[in-house]
């Protein structure tokens, strides 16, 4: 079956730096990869997702990145602000979801 | 708005009980899914469904089995609880595989 990684595991930022997290996937299959956040206490929500016949997307503040040679994915946050601070799960699905592990992203004010 | 719904947020069960959660979505979605969440291990499919009475094993069934009787509900049965079952439970559910899966809040269950 598939296999997500994800790294880091937790990353502290300053206000206002970007922060980026990475996962890298195993079964060539796969070709939907979206992108969840989890705050404390609450439910994952998608933030971004992207598909494979496409090789960035972005929204305001959110970028993902796809590199399907390679087989890896990444999130971009720039302009962070304390609100981000959550969990962020990447998943890649061909014909079934793979989460990674998590990342617990921490904003500095 | 898509809601899921989970029947219980908090549950406490002695080991050797039979103990079924609960999903509910009210999107006509055919797709749902049991996870389990646990600290440094994100999230795991349990089982997930792709129609009624259609059942499918996801990376961590032992222990668990399922039930789909009707599109909108989704139900979690463990057979005999151990305390390795105190976890997180997630529902979640979506019209496809290649799109956003929603989730329910979660059931947390201590299985003493």
């Known amino acids: 079956g598939e296999n997500v990684e994800q790294h880091p595991s937790t990353l502290s930022v300053q206000e206002g730096d970007s922060a980026v997290i990475k996962c890298t996937y195993s079964?060539?299959?796969?070709?939907?990869f979206p992108w969840y956040k989890q705050e404390l206490g609450k439910r994952p929500q998608l933030i971004i997702d992207?598909?494979?016949?496409?090789g960035e997307k972005k929204d305001q503040r959110i970028a993902v990145t796809l590199n399907k040679t390679a087989k890896h994915f990444s999130l971009h946050i720039t302009e962070t602000q304390p609100e981000d601070s959550a969990v962020y799960f990447c998943a890649a699905s061909a014909n079934q979801f793979y989460f990674g592990t998590g990342t617990s992203l921490t904003v500095i004010p | 708005d898509v809601k899921v719904t989970q029947s219980s947020r908090y549950l406490v069960k002695r080991t050797g009980e039979k103990v079924f959660l609960e999903c509910v979505q009210d999107?006509?979605?055919?797709?749902m899914f049991w996870y389990r969440q646990d600290p440094g291990l994100g999230l795991r499919l349990i089982y997930f469904s792709y129609d009624v009475k259609m059942k499918e094993k996801g990376d961590i069934p032992e222990g668990y089995s399922v039930s789909r009787e009707k599109k909108e509900r989704f139900s979690l049965i463990l057979e005999s609880a151990s305390t390795n079952q105190t976890s997180m439970y997630l529902c979640?559910?979506?019209?496809?595989?290649?799109?956003?899966?929603?989730f329910g809040p979660g059931t947390r269950l201590t299985v003493t």
């Open positions: 999107m006509d979605h055919e797709n």
């Open positions: 979640a559910s979506s019209s496809g595989n290649k799109y956003e899966q929603y």
């Open positions: 079964d060539s299959a796969s070709n939907y």
């Open positions: 992207i598909r494979s016949n496409v």
